[in-house]
């Protein structure tokens, strides 16, 4: 189900701060409350390959995203413990030492249900047991959402495991969305920050394409 255009699901979380202090977060009223963009990245497993490159990507660019309004949340269905060791792992050694935003612990995946994103390639029905046994790691994709002042998702995506996230691309996106809000203007391919926008018309696009 896709969610751009729609208001992202109000449903509270457990998560955990940097500092190991257990917290509840609504990602929708995060955005809401505080009258800020909010993207919101999930990743399979802590302790893996690929995630801890991401954790530190976006760790890097957290002042980048902090001068743009933008609060970084990462998550994942590990528990708040097995987050809390993972922050207490330096980075040489695998670990997420230095990460500074929170992590959503969606153990009960409750979240990451509502939003399809969990790694499931079915469900069957088990007669001895009387009970449905999943096939697959139910554990989520690379799925990253970009959600308004107003809790509404304006970009989505989901990679694959083995697929790592280009952090730039989303300081991209949410520069092209501001610039949409405070100029009522729209964003052509491959528009960054400083360059030319358009007006939703015909002849703005013509003009567009033959100037470039």
């Not at 959402?145 to 991209?172: A, Q």
């Amino acid at each position: 189900m896709a969610l751009v255009g729609k208001k992202f699901p109000s449903i509270e979380v457990d998560a955990i701060s940097d500092m190991g202090d257990n917290l509840r977060i609504n990602v929708f009223e995060e955005a809401v409350n505080n009258k800020k963009k909010v993207l919101l990245f999930w990743y399979p497993k802590d302790f893996t390959f690929v995630c801890p490159t991401e954790l530190h990507a976006f760790q890097a660019a957290l002042g980048e995203f902090e001068k743009r309004n933008t609060t970084v949340i990462g998550a994942s269905c590990d528990t708040n413990e097995v987050h809390f060791a993972w922050l207490n792992t330096a980075k040489d050694n695998g670990g997420i030492e230095g990460v500074t935003y929170p992590l959503l612990a969606d153990t009960t995946r409750n979240l990451s249900s509502v939003l399809g994103i969990l790694d499931i390639d079915a469900e069957v029905y088990n007669e001895d047991y009387d009970s449905v046994e999943i096939e697959g790691s139910n554990v989520t994709f690379r799925a990253t959402y970009l959600i308004d002042e107003e809790g509404k998702v304006f970009h989505e995506s989901v990679n694959d495991m083995p697929l790592g996230r280009n952090v730039n691309e989303y300081l991209r996106l949410i520069d092209a969305y501001t610039h949409v809000q405070e100029k009522g203007e729209v964003c052509p391919a491959n528009w960054e920050e400083g360059k030319d926008a358009m007006n939703a018309d015909r002849n703005s696009t013509a003009e567009y394409l033959a100037s470039h």
